[in-house]
């Protein structure tokens, strides 16, 4: 495993819409466990494979039980909205909110290529929208109602901390 460098907001790689994966294989996995190894480093949530290079439509969720390989997934169901205040490792330093749905049900295959679906809501559902957001070339900042000051994100870190 190897850590990768995450791609910064300026990059055109960030803009373009990822392929989806035909071959499950040994470079598919190695690239896997190089995403989730760079994820835990950079503490996040999720990271998308444009995140670090790659146009493949491959998305890596960790809320804290561990992450979720998600291969070419979808979203084929959403309910409800919510107001986020949202980061993003390829934009360092810089808060948003905006509106993203309540709940989420995806689509997506495992390493092997096996079909899974996984629901969520709350964070999970806001996390899901937006590393899938990234597969398409959006960024939060393309729907971000108002962006966020320091301060404001040091409050809400203080009232809502996680573990």
């Not at 909205?81 to 980061?87: P, V, Y």
Request: hydrophobic share 35%; proline share 5%; net charge negative.
């Amino acid at each position: 495993m190897a850590l990768r460098q995450i791609v910064t907001e300026g990059d055109s790689v960030l803009r373009k819409k990822c392929r989806p994966v035909t071959e499950f294989n040994q470079k598919l996995w190695d690239l896997l466990d190089d995403m989730k190894e760079t994820l835990a480093e950079a503490k996040g949530l999720g990271l998308a494979a444009p995140q670090v290079g790659f146009l493949k439509r491959i998305v890596i969720i960790d809320m804290g039980d561990g992450p979720i390989e998600m291969i070419n997934p979808e979203i084929i169901e959403k309910r409800g909205e919510q107001e986020c205040m949202e980061g993003c490792l390829s934009i360092p330093g810089q808060w948003g909110i905006l509106n993203r749905p309540q709940y989420v049900k995806l689509r997506y295959r495992d390493r092997n290529g096996d079909l899974y679906e996984i629901e969520g809501e709350d964070l999970f559902a806001s996390c899901a929208s937006h590393e899938t957001d990234h597969l398409d070339g959006t960024l939060y900042i393309d729907k971000v109602i108002r962006m966020v000051d320091p301060e404001e994100v040091e409050k809400e870190r203080e009232e809502h901390p996680r573990d």
